[in-house]
């Protein structure tokens, strides 16, 4: 072990008076202490925290023939390694060799699965891990760090694969359960702590800094980003603060070797509580939905439509029948608002619509053609995706007209099948694509809905607003293409 001693550092200052005559006084200041800064010390929380991280382990079952090798591996592979290798495979005693053409019966054996970590959530027993550490196991086994390094066999009360959140139960009483703190208290540069199992290395304790929060690495979860040493074994384990609460659930590492690289992500506590509530009151986790693919709002868009500054979520696409469809939610909508939240990018959409109660009724703020608008919306519940729909199909081509053409586009009349079938009040078809439509990235069968935030029914008033637009800059045009909406920019030729 290596023993670094810190020591102060003293300063000293002299301040030398200026000469008013030939003489030259000089008078000595007091001596200056420099303000050092030591580092934190760990050893109060690692006592105090301790005793309520646990170690988990996860076991398998998996079928093996009678002698005991994995897979039913057949006695001439057992042969074969007794000739070449010198020794029998495992399990067999040397100098048996089991007898040929005699077939094994298969039995059922348990293997290790995997090792991760946990902490005691309450005094009765209910733990708090990972998600990804007791998917799929047969058996979970957790160890205390107590004197006697106690072991329970856990009930799995429920995992959420898409928070990566689990909670298991060990039968008892008395148990040390940890201090939830609170995430919006925690800040960026502040020391956390991390206690956990990486490698199997029970109660390892590892320390660093906040490097952000509210990182999107997932679609429900804005993750703490710290550079706490975190390698496979401490998913699961707690990620604790100065203060000896639990802030975040050690989860994902970056990594392109498999180790620890500086960059680790938790969990927030906050958002983990929300669904471990739900595993032990029902064993799953229901999430609220609308019924919308959304995009983000980029800055070039968001000024050209007059919304500003890029915020909100852009509404792609709305599913037939959805709680958006029936509250009035249109493609290319921009949701600024969700029951009075702020949208800021589009990742937020999922996260509050998510922590909404099915059946709730909402208030959906969204911009659309220069203007807010508040629709309600009753929040469904979550379901899998639906695949959208293919492009409706072409039709005869027209010549188009010069306000169309000038800015590279031939567009004609939608049918009523195809207004149905893209569900659309109104829009022209685009035949063709030339010039600044083309760089733009629009293409034939497209749909234009809006032109220079004018909304368009027919040809006829899309040559009218296509006429009326300055074409020395960016025009923003709102599009369909299939079930998706999205807002292109066609610039002046240069």
């Not at 998600?131 to 959420?160: Q, S």
């Not at 206690?195 to 304790?205: C, E, H, K, M, T």
């Not at 703020?365 to 199909?393: C, N, Q, W, Y």
């Not at 006829?460 to 020395?472: G, N, P, Q, S, Y």
Request: aromatic share 4%; hydrophobic share 40%.
């Amino acid at each position: 072990m290596f023993q670094i001693e810190w020591k102060k550092v003293r300063a000293y200052a002299v301040v030398a008076a200026l000469a008013v005559t030939t003489t030259v006084a000089l008078i000595p200041a007091k001596p200056v202490v420099a303000q050092s800064r030591t580092l934190p010390d760990f050893t109060d929380l690692v006592e105090q925290v301790g005793p309520s991280v646990v170690n988990i382990r996860t076991i398998e079952k998996v079928r093996t023939s009678a002698s005991g090798l994995p897979g039913g591996m057949d006695e001439e592979m057992q042969e074969f390694f007794r000739r070449f290798f010198g020794q029998p495979m495992p399990n067999v005693p040397r100098g048996q060799t089991p007898r040929p053409n005699r077939p094994a019966p298969d039995e059922e054996q348990s293997q290790p699965r995997g090792v991760g970590s946990g902490f005691i959530l309450t005094s009765d027993g209910y733990v708090m891990t990972n998600a990804h550490v007791v998917e799929g196991a047969d058996e979970v086994i957790v160890t205390l760090p107590d004197k006697d390094k106690r072991e329970f066999k856990a009930r799995i009360i429920g995992f959420d694969k898409r928070s990566d959140v689990a909670v298991v139960k060990i039968e008892g009483s008395g148990f040390p359960a940890v201090k939830i703190g609170d995430v919006n208290r925690l800040r960026v540069g502040e020391w956390v702590m991390a206690i956990g199992s990486p490698f199997g290395l029970d109660n390892s304790v590892t320390a660093g800094i906040v490097s952000a929060k509210q990182r999107d690495t997932g679609d429900y979860l804005p993750f703490i980003q710290t550079d706490v040493a975190i390698n496979p074994g401490n998913s699961g384990g707690p990620l604790i603060n100065m203060r000896g609460e639990v802030v975040g659930i050690n989860s994902q590492i970056y990594s392109r070797s498999g180790g620890f690289m500086g960059i680790s992500f938790a969990i927030p506590i906050d958002e983990a509580i929300r669904v471990s509530d739900q595993l032990r009151s029902s064993g799953r986790v229901s999430r609220g939905r609308i019924g919308v693919q959304i995009d983000q709002v980029t800055k070039d868009v968001a000024e050209s439509i007059g919304l500003g500054r890029p915020q909100g979520a852009l509404v792609r696409s709305v599913e037939s029948g959805s709680p958006a469809d029936k509250a009035g939610v249109e493609a290319g909508d921009i949701i600024t608002k969700f029951n009075g939240t702020v949208i800021d990018k589009a990742t937020d959409l999922p996260r509050v619509v998510g922590n909404t109660k099915p059946g709730t009724r909402s208030t959906v703020t969204v911009f659309r053609r220069g203007g807010s608008k508040d629709l309600t919306v009753t929040i469904a519940e979550i379901e899998p995706e639906k695949v959208a729909k293919a492009p409706a199909a072409k039709e005869e081509k027209s010549k188009g007209s010069p306000a169309a053409q000038s800015i590279g586009l031939t567009v004609s009349e939608l049918t009523a099948d195809q207004k149905k079938e893209l569900k659309v009040k109104g829009g022209v078809k685009v035949d063709a694509v030339t010039d600044g439509a083309a760089r733009a990235g629009i293409r034939e069968g497209d749909v234009i809905v809006a032109i220079g935030n004018t909304e368009v029914a027919s040809v006829k008033e899309f040559d009218a607003a296509a006429a009326k637009i300055d074409k020395t800059k960016p025009v923003p045009v709102l599009l369909r293409r299939g079930d998706l909406a999205s807002y292109v920019l066609i610039r002046p030729s240069r």
